[in-house]
């Protein structure tokens, strides 16, 4: 009997105790990065010298160095993985070897995987030096010490910076070089992407459509679209989805990092105001809650979690709200399978840090020797031959070159059968670099340069909100807008009175506090400018 | 001297069994004991150079976002009172369906009702939150568009009503459930003795009283083992069944919103092993003391029964 009970306390203990599994990991490491306070004056000396460094750097643009044989683990994201991996993987050998004398050791993921595994890979210091970090992590990342400094080593990212442009500074945070940012589209304005066959059967064109801002009562024309489109194919749900005006938290401010305390007006002030208090907010909810109540939106937007490409190749969903750029239509043509018309919503947007900062490709502290891995960096950025690679696999099997100099499948290959295809130019360091895929204008990436050059810009652009300080406000008032975000932007409840309470929810959890820290490190950057 | 001489004889006679035990022994002193110095990271502000025991001390700073809002409360009251519903429905329901199912004389059938009870315990809980979905879904649920018109009755706004969601959760969690505690339950019934029923026969007793006074008090062993161990984990909560099967709704939280859900919610952005440890650390304690104490009360009503 006693040793029953002894053998059953042993058990129960075990029991509760099962939850510490895997809380262990390795703690001797030894600390082998300087701490970043010696680094400061450094990389402020650097920062301010920016614009002299640029006409230095066309001297050596090859980003040619000899890097003595040194095995760089490199983390990129794939859409699936192909049966032509390993052949890629030997060909970034390859190239590396010959441009840079260093090995590849070449770690393709999937989202799914990359969700999964990044947090372990990097708490137990595991072999990587250059990964995607994505902003709702920075400063967890650098509180635990993830990720490098790059600011330490900008003698070897002369390149990546003359390619970046003034873009290259968004990744610090105070004296912190996180990472760098990708070449792509810099802002994010809304869009309907609707089905072009009823769009064009109903008679509309996208120019007819003048959707801003400036007057609420422009929204009324997708009404007056939903309406017509409702009575002619009264089964179609005519808006699905996942996101709506006041989701699209990216384009009508800058956001500062979160939505907690924004920069109001596509960031044309310096003064941090609370978004879910003003009047826009107000507006694009009523709009949602009138498009719910009419039956235009689904019933079920607000709980949906299957996104408006899915919706819309399912076949009975008329259009979906999301962020566009130039190509939109030929993305979502190969997503959705219908052919789209893109009508913008709201008409503007500007370029705030958040836009470029998203997803930054970092040095990862368990890195050997960054200043290796800072150089081989610096080479994605440049390299065409790498950059087709990654996206494309390899050329005559996997893509070739045609007349116009863009990407396309070899004869006798499609979408189905091809054994390598990522088409994920917005992750990877420099797809301009590299070849546009078929379908795309032959100018796309002069049309990109074009667009970014012509945005609006934040007054806050190239500011970096620390977070630190205020991590347990922001938990609370992440958790908070979860609650009440999408009932409210779909307005699937009583607008009036879950406003209300969703900023009182707000004020409890902490955003005075989120707010006041913003704008005291605003203003201290705004002073340094 | 005499009583000695015989505990090693049958200490002795029992080294084969203490071998047999060793490994699995080892197992769980590698991987469940020597990682549990690990707790320290609930009070630490962890950074991967330091490591684990030589990063900076954060005192109780981890523990606050936990306590900080005042949701604590409804994510607490929430956690618990759906673990006491949990408890009480599945242990009468699972009670109830084993001794139906032990009643049924032919065995083909005996089996299939017993798999087919247990197969939705099989079930991954996103699936389930489908079906429950093909139930509820505003645009073509079969409640909605099927049922409701029927009996004449308005549409239910289901994932926007926070009326109905205790009681879809407790059953939800029941026809998922149920079925394990339901087979630990045949088995138990399966080892009564037969004797006792057909004295029973012999004596008049009608079948219900067979039950309560033969079934029943033959199970309570069964049914406060599975209760401690259930106890144990009073401050968990199922993510799944809170998280997928209300869809993550907004509106639901006030009724869905438990301690798992809301640290996933509060970290998802923000990370950070020490908040995470933080909450681990006190579900387990809570659970631990939980226990200790509900056996320490079965072991005042009577004794024999207690766990340890």
Redesign the interface.
Known sequence: MKAK??I???L?L????????????????E???ESSSETQQSSETQQSENSSDEGESEAESTGKVDGGGYEVNYLYMIAQEGPNQTKVNEAINELAQKELNMKVNVIPMTWGTYNSQI?MM??A?EPLDIFPAFS??F??YI????VVNMADYLDDLKDAKEVLGVDFNCGYIGDFLIGLGQMKERGYPTGLVARKDIFDELGYKVEDFNVTVEDYSSFEQLDELFAKVKEAHPDM?CLDGTSIMALQTIDWFDNLG?NFGVLENYGQTTTITNWFESEQYKNFCEIGSRWFKNGYS???I????DSGEIKMKAGNCFSFITAIKPNTDIEKKAQTGYDVAVIPVGGNCSKSTSAVTSAMLSVA?SAEDPQKAVQFMNWTYISQEFNDLINWGIEGEDWVLTEDNLAAYPDGVDATSVSYHNDMGYIYPNQFAGHAWEGNPIDIWEQYEKYNSEMMTSKAYGFTFD?TPV??E???L??VY??????LAFG??DIESKLKEFNDALY???LQTVMDEKQKQLDAWLDAQ | MEKKKMNFARFKQFIPLYIMLLPGAVY?FI?????????V?AFK??????????SPWAGL?NF??LF????AAVIIRNTLLYNVAFIIVNTVVGIMLAIFISDVMNTRMKKLYQSSILLPFLISIVVVSYIV?ALL????GMFNKGLLPMLGMEPV?W??DTTWWPVILIVTNCWKGVGYGTLIYIAAIAGIDQSFYEAADLDGASKWQQITRITLPCLIPSIITLL??NI?RIFYSDFGLFYQVP?????L?PVT?TIDT?VY?????????G?S?AA?LL??VV??TL?IVSNMVVRKASAENA??
């Open positions: 009970r002894i059953s306390l042993l129960a075990a029991l509760v105790c099962a939850l510490f599994a895997g809380c262990g990991g390795d703690g001797g490491k600390s082998s990065q947090s990097l708490a210091g709702g992590n400063s967890t509180e635990s010490q993830y749900v979160d689904s019933q079920d607000a709980v949906n979690s502290n977070s991590t347990n922001e938990a609370q992440a958790s979860e609650q009440y975000s999408k009932d699937v409840v409890a959890a902490g | 769980l991987n469940n004991y020597i990682p549990m110095a690990g707790i990271v502000t962890y950074n991967v150079n330091d490591g684990i025991f030589h700073k606050e976002f900080g809002t005042n949701e979905f879904s505003h645009e073509n706004q994932y926007n401690i161990m144990g869809q993550n709704s907004g509106s939280y919103n809301y919610r509060a970290l998802m952005s923000t990370g950070g092993f908040r440890s681990g579900q387990s659970g631990f226990v766990i340890f």
